[in-house]
Structure formats: structure tokens, C-alpha cells
């Protein structure tokens, strides 16, 4: 291994350190927590080496969003394959997604909530949020129905789950009675 592959493999490994360090700490004490000379205590290394690789915290929440889109595809698309049927498949997808959304509330803010700099439904948009975006589609434009254009429809769907997500979250609905939820609105919405 040459000396600057070497250094270039220090260079992904503190990134990703960063990035793990980042979202442990927002996942423990919210993303208030989460500053540059915390994450550089944390880390053992200088705030100057952390701003070698991030340009500051609004970044970091940018890394965080794709790493989660990333992983909330994967559950996505691994519940949906292990579902028979089209209303299977999408009500599997929709609790992976609700699931996802409960247990990585910080990595969720980072998505949705948080402005990590990142661009949504544009030419620009980073590659992990477009296939987030495809993992979904993949299973729910089956179910649209006729004459409905599947994204339209996959957008539609999304926003509700995001809905139900958030709301939950904040105790504005009651989490005894999301399984209910995901059945209505697979329901209603999805043409099986």
C-alpha cells in the first residue's frame, strides 16, 4: 500500500468516525449537543482536523442524512421482499419505514428535519436520497392504480408516513394505534 493510499484511508476513517461520533451524540442528548469541540473531544482530534473534513456542523447533519437514507432504504426494501403480495409489501413497508423512523429519531431529524445542506427532488439531489426515494417507489408504484402517476403517488404516501412519523414522535397521536394507522392507509390508499 502506497503512502498516500494509506493516508487517504486515515482520511475515510476519521470521516466516518466523525459521522458515527456525530449521530451516537444526537442520539443520546438531541442535535443541540452535537458542536465541533465536543465531536473533537470525543474523537481525540483537533477542531482544525474535524474542519478538514466537514466545513462545520450543518455538514455533518448533511453525512448523517445520507448515511440514514441509506440504511432506511435497505429496511425498506428487506421488508418488502420478505412480504408476499402487493398490500403485504407496502404495509411491511410502511411499518420498516415508521420503525426506522422510532428508532433512529436523530438520524430522521437529520433527514427531514435538519438542514444539512442537501437538496431533495432536484438534478443535484445526492445519490442515497434518490434511492431512498426508489425504494419506496419500487414497491408502492405497483399499487397506485390506474392512471395515477406512480411517483405522484409514491410522494403522496411518503408525506403521510412522514406524518405519522413526526406526529407520533411528538405525542400527538397515540403509538398504541399505529398498526391501525398503517392498515388504513394501506387500505385507502393503496389499489390491491
Known sequence: MSVQQRKER????RERLIVATARELAEQQGWDAVTTRRLAER???????LYSHFR???????????????EMAAAVRTAAADADG?????AALARAYLDFAERNPAVYDAMFHLDGGLAFAH?????????AFAALLESLGEVAGDGVHPGLFTEVFWAALHGLATLTRAGRLPPEHTAWRVELLVDRLAVV
Open 43 to 49: 474523537i481525540e482530534y483537533s477542531q482544525p482536523v
Open 56 to 70: 462545520g456542523k450543518r455538514e455533518i447533519i448533511g453525512a448523517v442524512a445520507l448515511e440514514g437514507a441509506a
Open 123 to 131: 438534478e443535484d439531489t445526492p445519490e442515497p436520497l434518490k434511492d
Open 10 to 13: 486515515e482520511r475515510a476513517d
Open 86 to 90: 402487493p398490500r403485504s409489501r407496502v
